[in-house]
């Protein structure tokens, strides 16, 4: 166990054991929420807590609290393993065969007449013993657990059902009539009142904790497949890395011991072993599990790359930057973790209900029982209609509700690509009209790209790209960076270029082939003496207008081209628009950049012109989206800078894009990790879905009670229908859970660019 003290910030989880219901975890957070300073969510279907607590809090004490309410705890280790859990389904399918096997023919004597010979009632004693006994105890065992401290929960209504049934049996059978030879009684399905000690329920007995038994079984293993998203998340991680020793040679040491500024070696087709930045080498990356994008991304020296992404070309060192808890793909595993471990008010309030439900039940019991017995109708009735609002009444699927929606709904949207942080998520994007959206990155690329190449006549368009491209070769600057790689695409391998020059706030000269190229703004050329065409006036004049950079190439004297630079919008951001809309939303366009090339972009993307707030300071973004919310708007915030943390933190729901800053992402509910903003609306999708899910369940738990539990008081329910239904309803609100594994995004998997140069690099247009 770990003996270090708790950070207020971070708090402290909990795995659970021994939990069998929601009262169970209702139980346990009140315990730990009596503590002085701490706040604790339990969850049933994850059996674990997270607890926040004072600083300097021992996780013993909490641990403690919880063993002192009957269940155990334990701090589990720090970094996520990989490793399956143990089988939780295992005792429970023993204990559920051998009910079954004893106790289909103890129900089939008690519902089939013919079948009832001579002594037929003490063979169904010997049969339904061990059931009671050994197959029930899990029930039996929790029901005493609780009362030692006071408590009722869903094993006591369980445990009460069954042995009532059993003893009453014992009661018939050893002191009254049932036990003589020949006895004989029919199945019926309602109750008709009678008299007298003739009747037996062995039949309930044994029945009922088979139909539980199996209603758990199949909670249990339906948990477990609920949860697979999130244990398939972890195994992406790598268990060895081959360290790189000072003198070269390759040392594989597990993942473990690897630190930060450790130099490690990925070959073709190894997974990256750790977040990191790459040192040597290049080669093609396939994050297509952590991001969605189908397209390999091509990395070289300086790029950043993800643990658990795959090599799929050359051999790379790279420098580890996040190990263990702190890489991507743990922060994932922890972001979904502590999702599922949340509630949605809507379960806030199922908790209540269920948290007093077990009392209550228990007194309609008694009282069932007493009405029945004062009105004639035989003790037998009224033992009988008492058993069955005991068994009919636990309302397991109350506590199952919102926790296994949750489970499968995050754990589906992490594989998409998709990080909801909470469930009160859930709700925001329900109620949420207006979505403001950054420009830059989140609609556009967020790197420069050359749009156009306007040459003068009798100019060849590759003579432009093949010299202007060759002198900004040499440059750093994120324009001459754009002009670059296109005329790398177009021309291949680019001239070399002698005597360059970077002219500061002007542009870069040098010579190629032979010719003397000046490239750079119009201002260059004027400096230098050269004259602009009208033509290449006009284009440079209009590209300007249009909010896009004018470059000017020239050489030998004579003004050549223009070519026009620009943020480029992102090939997928004018569906995604649309897809926005089409979910009710009305797009904002929010940038720093000035006002000509915001609504360039507003109009290429869809976004109405009335829509767009451009040349908004950074410190204005947390102000704008304040407007809207004055305005009576609801809004949700896309960006990915760190300017743009403290909208998305402002806004009703904050979207990040996984591409974009770690402050931005820690400010936002919802992380999109791939960077595409058709994502947000496919998290917008997954998120209402989940919502609608878990309020279907809640109806279905809520109704199945309040229907039944009359039925069973007015003695018109059998005690073993009444299992059986308890068990199905619980089954039934997983199941519904379990079909948004089957949620896929509204579209194709759009293919990122796959121009090397593109990749590693900044964007330099405004926010």
Sequence with gaps: MSTESISASTGVELVI????????????????NRMD????????????AWVRAPAGTAPADLVATVEAAGYTAWVPESTPSPAEPPDPTRALRDRLLVAIALGAPVIALAMVEPLQFRYWQWISLALAAPVVVWAAWPFHR???????????????????????AFGWSLYALLLGSAGEPGMTHPFELTIAPSTGSANIYLEVAAGVTAFILAGRWFEARSKR?????????LELGAAEVRVL??????????????????????????????DGVVDEGSSAVDASMLTGESVPVEVGPGDAVVGATVNAGGRLVVTATRVGADTQLSRMAQLVERAQNGKAAVQRLADRISGVFVPVVIALAVATLGFWLGSGAGADAAFTAAVAVLIIACPCALGLATPTALLVGTGRGAQLGILIKGPEVLESTRRVDTVVLDKTGTVTTGTMS?????????????DVLRLAGAVEDASEHPVGRAVARAAGRRAGRLPAVGGFAALQGMGVRGTVEGHDVLVGRPALLESSGITLPDELADAARTAVEAGRTAVVAAWDGAARAVLVVADEVKPTSAEAIAALRGLGLRPVLLTGDNRAAAAAVAAAVGIDADAVHAEVLPADKLDAVKRLQDDGRVVAMIGDGVNDAAA??????????????????????LTLVRGDLLAAADAIRLSRRTLATIKGNLFWAFGYNVAALPLAAAGLLNPMLAGAAMALSSVFVVANSLRLRGFGSAFPTRAPSTDPATRGHGGAGAK
């Design 450 to 462: 050359l749009l156009a190449v306007h040459p003068a006549a009798g100019v060849a368009e590759d």
């Design 245 to 274: 020793s000072a003198d070269g040679t390759e040392n594989r040491v597990p993942i473990e011991r690897l630190h930060v500024g450790d130099r490690f070696v990925v070959r073709p087709g190894e997974r990256i072993a750790t």
């Design 142 to 164: 929790a029901a005493w657990s609780n009362l030692r401290h006071g408590e009722a929960t869903m094993d006591t209504l369980i445990s009460m059902g069954v042995l009532s």
């Design 37 to 48: 300073g701490v706040t604790a969510t339990v969850n049933y279907a994850t059996e674990k």
């Design 648 to 669: 998305l933190a402002q806004a009703d729901l904050g979207l990040a894009m996984g591409t974009g800053t770690d402050v931005a992402i820690e400010a936002a509910d």
């Design 225 to 233: 497949r609920a949860g697979a998203a999130l244990r398939a998340l």
């Design 17 to 32: 054991g021994g939990m069998t219901c929601a009262s169970c975890a209702n139980r346990i957070e009140r315990k730990l």
